[in-house]
């Protein structure tokens, strides 16, 4: 079946959402080049004791990871995070309009006589709604427990929806100090690179010790002698090479050097650059609300917030090293059926998205966090006592336990 053969329709999108006969998934699959062009040196994220994640295949072909599935979310999710008002008071990202707003004050510091804040937006919290900072964030935890309570004891997930959306979007674990409820990804993105090569860096820094007259070098030398005193390598007052990352294994084998120890330079990809994306109806399909009419829009706004996560382009300047584009002029979704052969299937484009996804949040707008005047609240402060609190819980519980 061809792209034009789908008319996308409101009714469609209700069925995706709704119809547990409906299809299981939507999926795209984009290619992806170096900015440098085909055969452009690209760098991994870096692991600590095993640097780059590359798989081996039975075929010897070697797989890289370019960018995990964490990582996407974590990308994928400040698409919705504001950038700012208008004149109006209207939010100039209109994703952000979509979901609430809401910031936790880590602290407030005074200097010379000027008071500044530092702020951390839900959405850029690693474990969402289910993290340690909002756990230590009284005021805040009056509204996400309750929520996860709901989700955990009755299955209702309208609440969590309503104050933290993008926890269901891209998946939550309320593994610390609470229900355990967990719930998987409705989108799902990660980037691979195919049949690649593992470079290696070397370098050298050449300091100024050089420069420096005798008796300066032999009372530096002296002075990094003593006890704790740092390596004149360490300051800067030395020349040092860089060719080995690890002192954990032998630098050389055989007489020649160890590639296990050296310095990693980036990949060479043989094989495509690959991005794939998948939003799973099945695990959307999955969520319910207090009640049928709930359960229906709390599908269709999460479906909505689900295809613009997907669909929004984002930069690919993943990392120092790791610049990417896309290759393709028009991206090709796929209906993915229960059964049979997957579908071509052209979305909605991104204002009408906004505009399906504006109106489905309507229904949660009036259940975002309000205090006891019902005035909106998106701002709560962090508590550092609440914070040790949570350390005590691992010995509260081996005494509970004994």
């Known amino acids: 079946m061809s792209a034009a053969e789908i008319t996308i329709t409101t009714e469609l999108l209700d069925q995706w959402a709704t119809d547990p006969n409906g299809p299981v998934a939507l999926h795209l699959k984009q290619k992806l080049l170096p900015v440098e062009g085909e055969g452009g040196i690209i760098f991994p994220p870096t692991y600590a004791d095993i640097g780059y994640n590359i798989d081996t295949l039975s075929d010897g072909t070697k797989?890289?990871?370019?960018?995990?599935?964490?990582?996407q979310a974590n990308r994928m999710e400040p698409l919705f995070k504001s950038t700012g008002k208008n004149d109006r008071g209207e939010e100039l990202n209109p994703l952000a309009a979509l979901v609430p707003q809401i910031e936790i004050i880590l602290n407030v510091k005074e200097k010379d006589g000027e008071k500044y804040e530092r702020r951390q937006s839900l959405l850029d919290l690693a474990h969402r709604s289910a993290d340690a900072v909002v756990k230590a964030t009284p005021e805040l935890r009056k509204f996400i427990d309750p929520a996860f309570v709901a989700l955990n004891h009755h299955g209702n997930a309208w609440p969590l929806c309503a104050v933290a959306p993008t926890s269901l979007l891209f998946g939550v674990w309320d593994s610390r100090d609470g229900t355990g409820e967990k719930r998987p990804r409705l989108v799902r993105a990660v980037i691979r690179a195919?049949?690649?090569?593992?470079?290696?860096?070397?370098?050298?820094?050449?300091?100024?010790?050089k420069a420096l007259d005798e008796d300066d070098q032999r009372a530096l030398e002296e002075e990094s002698k003593?006890?704790?005193?740092?390596?004149?390598?360490?300051?800067?007052?030395?020349?040092?090479?860089?060719?080995?990352?690890?002192?954990?294994?032998?630098?050389?084998?055989?007489?020649?050097?160890?590639?296990?120890?050296?310095?990693?330079?980036?990949?060479?990809?043989?094989?495509?650059?690959?991005?794939?994306?998948?939003?799973?109806?099945?695990?959307?399909?999955?969520?319910?609300?207090?009640?049928?009419?709930?359960?229906?829009?709390?599908?269709?706004?999460?479906?909505?917030?689900?295809?613009?996560?997907?669909?929004?382009?984002?930069?690919?300047?993943?990392?120092?090293?790791?610049?990417?584009?896309?290759?393709?002029t028009e991206d090709v979704w796929m209906q993915v059926p229960r059964r049979g052969e997957p579908s071509h299937v052209k979305l909605p484009g991104h204002d009408d998205l906004v505009k399906l996804a504006t109106n489905a949040a309507e229904h949660f707008k009036e259940k975002w966090p309000k205090d006891e005047d019902g005035k909106l609240v998106l701002e709560y402060a962090f508590n550092v006592k609440k914070a040790k609190e949570l350390l005590s819980k691992k010995v509260e519980e081996e005494a509970a336990a004994s």
């Open 63 to 71: 797989v890289a990871t370019i960018d995990s599935v964490g990582s």
């Open 226 to 328: 003593k006890k704790d005193r740092t390596k004149l390598s360490v300051a800067g007052l030395a020349d040092a090479p860089s060719t080995f990352r690890t002192d954990k294994m032998p630098h050389f084998v055989n007489g020649a050097p160890n590639p296990e120890a050296r310095v990693l330079g980036g990949v060479l990809a043989k094989g495509p650059i690959e991005r794939n994306v998948t939003i799973n109806l099945v695990a959307l399909r999955a969520l319910r609300g207090g009640n049928e009419t709930e359960t229906s829009r709390l599908r269709k706004y999460l479906l909505c917030l689900a295809l613009l996560a997907a669909t929004t382009e984002l930069d690919l300047f993943l990392r120092e090293g790791c610049f990417l584009r896309y290759a393709d």
């Open 194 to 209: 195919w049949d690649v090569d593992v470079l290696h860096n070397a370098a050298q820094f050449n300091s100024v010790w």
